[in-house]
C-alpha cells in the first residue's frame, strides 16, 4: 500500500498567518492527490483535487502544488473560519490511503 | 439538492455483523465509483471500499478484506456495505462518499457510528 505522512501533525497559528502544511507519499503518485478539511463532527470537505485544482466555492487563500511524492497544501491568509484538521489522500492507488491529518488550531 | 444518508450503524458484540446502507438522491449515482470511508473516534480518516459505477470493480482496505462486502443498487441510488466478524477496531463513523473523475470524493454523507462492544 501507498504511505502517506503528513506533516506537522499539529500547528499553532493566528489569524493572518500563512500556513503550510506538506505530504508525502512513499512512491511516485503523479498528481493523483486530494486535500480534505474536516471540523469536528462534519464530514470531509474536498478542498483541492488532483494536487492543485481549487474546488468551486474555496476561497483562493487555499492553493495546493506538488507531484511526483512531495505535496504542499497552503493557507495564504488563516481566516477564523480555517481551524480544521486536514488530511491528504493519494488516488493514485486503486486501495486509497489518507495522511494521519493535520489540526490547525489557534495561537 | 444532493443527499448523502447513512443508516444501519449501531451496538454489536464482537464477532457480529451489521449493514450499513447509503441513500443518495441528486447525484446521478449510477454514474459514479462509490466509497466508504471510516473514522474511529478521535482518530484520522481511513478508506474502506470503493465500487465502480457498474459494480463491476471492487476495492478493500486490507484492514476489512474477507470480512467486509460492499455493493449497490444503482435502481434505487443506494450504497451497501455488509460488514462481518466485527472486532473493536471496526468501531468507527462510517461515511459513504460519490467520487469524481476517478480520484476525489466531493459529496459525502453525515455519518453512521458502529460500535463494537461486549
Known amino acids: 500500500d501507498i504511505q502517506m505522512t503528513q506533516s506537522p501533525s499539529s500547528l499553532s497559528a493566528s489569524v493572518g498567518d500563512r500556513v503550510t502544511i506538506t505530504c508525502r507519499a512513499s512512491?511516485?503518485?503523479?498528481?493523483?492527490l486530494n486535500w480534505y478539511q474536516q471540523k469536528p463532527g462534519k464530514a470531509p470537505k474536498l478542498l483541492i483535487s488532483a494536487a492543485s485544482t481549487l474546488q468551486s466555492g474555496v476561497p483562493s487563500r487555499f492553493s495546493g502544488s506538488g507531484s511526483g511524492t512531495d505535496f504542499t497544501l497552503t493557507i495564504s491568509s488563516l481566516q477564523p473560519e480555517d481551524f480544521a484538521t486536514y488530511y491528504c489522500q493519494q488516488t493514485y492507488s486503486t486501495l486509497r490511503t489518507f495522511g494521519h491529518g493535520t489540526k490547525v488550531e489557534i495561537k | 439538492e444532493v443527499q448523502l444518508v447513512e443508516s444501519g450503524g449501531g451496538l454489536v458484540k464482537p464477532g457480529g455483523s451489521l449493514r450499513l446502507s447509503c441513500a443518495t438522491s441528486?447525484?446521478?449515482?449510477?454514474?459514479?465509483?462509490m466509497n466508504w470511508v471510516r473514522q474511529a473516534p478521535g482518530k484520522g480518516l481511513e478508506w474502506v471500499s470503493s465500487?465502480?459505477?457498474?459494480?463491476?470493480?471492487?476495492y478493500y482496505a486490507d484492514s476489512v478484506k474477507g470480512r467486509f462486502t460492499i455493493s449497490r443498487d444503482n435502481a434505487n441510488n443506494s450504497l451497501y456495505l455488509q460488514m462481518n466478524s466485527l472486532r473493536a477496531e471496526d468501531t468507527a463513523v462510517y461515511y459513504c462518499?460519490?467520487?469524481?473523475?476517478?480520484?476525489?470524493?466531493?459529496?459525502w454523507g453525515q455519518g453512521t457510528l458502529v460500535t463494537v462492544s461486549s
Open positions: 512512491q511516485n503518485i503523479n498528481n493523483y
Open positions: 462518499a460519490r467520487e469524481i473523475g476517478g480520484s476525489s470524493s466531493d459529496y
Open positions: 465500487i465502480s459505477d457498474s459494480g463491476h470493480h471492487i
Open positions: 441528486g447525484l446521478a449515482f449510477r454514474y459514479y465509483t
